[in-house]
């Protein structure tokens, strides 16, 4: 999980190989601007998220995955409320999902951060709907 010097880039927080690599290839098709950093769990991105807290170094967005090992989308969101919102208001995220819960899209809609809910896979439609 590097991040090269001044790029802006999205934070994937995603378990699945194969969904991880659909979506990173198709951020880059649509947005060869952005770099795309990957976190396995949601450990893993607030770990990562330690170190990119400010403005100037934090992700233009942040895809994650509800359905993970460790730490959920769920637990990391309520996390990332507690220790990163406050200082990164414009950073969003967007929940990528195979769930189809509504119960799941409520919870993840109740946070001022979450600007969407994406049914996986990530397509060419999907990704030019959202707003950075």
């Given at each position: 999980?590097?991040?090269?010097?001044?790029?802006?880039?999205?934070?994937?927080?995603?378990?699945?190989?194969?969904?991880?690599?659909?979506?990173?290839?198709?951020?880059?098709?649509?947005?060869?601007?952005?770099?795309?950093?990957?976190?396995?769990?949601?450990y893993k991105g607030?770990?990562?998220?330690?170190?990119?807290?400010?403005?100037?170094?934090?992700?233009?967005?942040?895809?994650?995955?509800?359905?993970?090992?460790?730490?959920?989308?769920?637990?990391?969101?309520?996390?990332?409320?507690?220790?990163?919102?406050?200082?990164?208001?414009?950073?969003?995220?967007y929940v990528l999902?195979?769930?189809?819960?509504?119960?799941?899209?409520?919870?993840?809609l109740k946070y001022?951060?979450?600007?969407?809910?994406?049914?996986?896979?990530?397509?060419?439609?999907?990704?030019?709907?959202?707003?950075?």
């Amino acid at each position: 999980m590097e991040k090269k010097a001044g790029r802006p880039y999205i934070l994937l927080i995603e378990d699945s190989e194969i969904d991880a690599f659909i979506t990173e290839k198709m951020i880059q098709l649509k947005h060869p601007e952005l770099d795309v950093i990957k976190a396995k769990d949601g450990y893993k991105g607030l770990d990562f998220m330690e170190g990119h807290d400010k403005v100037e170094n934090a992700p233009v967005s942040i895809f994650l995955d509800l359905q993970m090992p460790f730490c959920d989308g769920f637990k990391f969101m309520e996390l990332y409320d507690k220790r990163f919102y406050s200082q990164l208001p414009s950073t969003s995220i967007y929940v990528l999902t195979s769930s189809h819960n509504s119960l799941d899209r409520k919870k993840s809609l109740k946070y001022p951060f979450v600007k969407g809910f994406i049914d996986k896979p990530l397509n060419n439609k999907k990704i030019g709907e959202l707003t950075w």
